[in-house]
């Protein structure tokens, strides 16, 4: 009898051990683009840029090199006339005045009591900056707030309840504007020496290396105010690229569906290698259907209830969902995620799946497009 009972726990283990289900990470590779805030067409992305620098700027900086770096990815540079036009103006660089600075540094001992004191001296100069980047492009209106909208919904009340007023047609300009908007570079750059124990030596460091100095801080403007200009723009305008990787979870197993798995991984992880950020992947779309049509085949293969297909089904849904993400395809993901959910396998997978997809259809709307791979005008 203590056989049988042992037989039967052993034959027990054996089958739970063929059921359990082990769900590993698989990254891979993808090319895309960060969509822009406003919808430009494809054959009126063209701009054209020019540089201004003030008198203290001019010795130290080339304004034709720095407008050779002024770029909006993804659009075509032209010498006047774009849809885009921008003035770049490095105005003014003037050093404020250098103070001297002191730093002690205490030891105290369990009681509190100082049992070593030193000072440290150093330097600040302070170099204040002057400058702007005026851009001029369509700009879509902003959409008004509850509050505009409640203040709009009043002033309309008063109008009507005046008989002069009650007929007025006022009409309202929807279109977007061409104003543009206009970035400062205004501020203060601060230069910090190193520390020294003798109190003359940093002023002595500075006068000795003030020239350096201060042209080393000057390029710091021009290259913070380049870099700043180069991200409001291309947030507003560009088509900026992105390398990323993402995840698929795959079976953890020695049998035959784990070794299919591993073979399936690998062709995504080898088409979206292809992948380029400004170029069409409707080639992509149609090598990668096999794959898809094997993640959609666990759906069915993995019908019961039990915790070991669901976690089977799980990872068919969540991969179909990144796959389809990446593939420029929200819809098709937001469908898979609301099934994953469904599937009651780590839920907040799929709400952050279907996150991410209303966040894609959001862009493709503000910038008017249905593709994160857009290939730049030339």
């Avoid at 620098?53 to 659009?75: F, R, S």
């Avoid at 600040?124 to 879509?140: D, E, L, Q, S």
């Avoid at 991410?356 to 249905?370: Q, W, Y």
Wanted: hydrophobic fraction near 35%; charged fraction near 30%.
């Amino acid at each position: 009898m203590k056989k049988i009972i042992l037989l039967v726990f052993f034959m027990s283990f054996l089958s739970s051990k063929a059921q359990k289900v082990d769900l590993d990470h698989f990254y891979f590779g993808v090319s895309y683009q960060i969509l822009p805030k406003e919808p430009i067409p494809f054959e009126k992305r063209t701009f054209s840029s020019r540089v201004k620098l003030g008198g203290a700027l001019q010795t130290y900086l080339n304004p034709i090199n720095l407008n050779e770096k002024i770029n909006i990815i993804g659009w075509k540079k032209v010498d006047q006339n774009g849809t885009v036009d921008v003035e770049l103006n490095l105005e003014d660089f003037v050093e404020k005045g250098v103070s001297p600075q002191t730093r002690v540094d205490e030891k105290k001992d369990k009681d509190g009591r100082v049992i070593s004191r030193k000072v440290y001296y150093y330097v600040v100069a302070k170099y204040a900056t002057r400058g702007y980047a005026k851009v001029k492009g369509p700009i879509t209106p902003t959409p008004i707030s509850e509050k505009q909208i409640e203040e709009e919904k009043a002033k309309q009340a008063s109008v009507a309840n005046n008989r002069f007023l009650k007929n007025v047609v006022i009409k309202k300009d929807t279109t977007a504007s061409k104003d543009g908007f206009n970035i400062s570079f205004n501020g203060e750059l601060e230069y910090k020496s190193k520390e020294y124990t003798d109190p003359s030596a940093p002023i002595d460091d500075f006068n000795l290396n003030k020239t350096a100095i201060r042209d080393q801080t000057l390029r710091d403007f021009a290259d913070n105010s380049l870099a700043n200009f180069s991200r409001n723009i291309n947030y507003t305008y560009g088509f900026k690229p992105k390398n990323d990787n993402e995840i698929l979870w795959i079976l953890d197993a020695k049998n035959e569906e784990g070794k299919t798995q591993t073979e399936t991984v690998q062709a995504v992880k080898f088409l979206f290698a292809s992948m380029k950020a400004d170029e069409p992947i409707d080639e992509l779309k149609s090598n990668i259907q096999p794959l898809i049509e094997y993640f959609d085949s666990l759906k069915t293969k993995y019908a019961e209830d039990s915790k070991p297909s669901r976690k089977m089904r799980y990872s068919a849904y969540y991969n179909l969902a990144v796959i389809y993400l990446m593939l420029d395809e929200p819809e098709k993901a937001i469908a898979e995620s609301e099934k994953l959910i469904a599937n009651d396998y780590d839920k907040s997978d799929g709400k952050g799946l279907i996150e991410r997809a209303n966040k894609l259809i959001a862009s493709f709307k503000a910038a008017k497009t249905n593709s994160t791979h857009n290939p730049a005008l030339k």
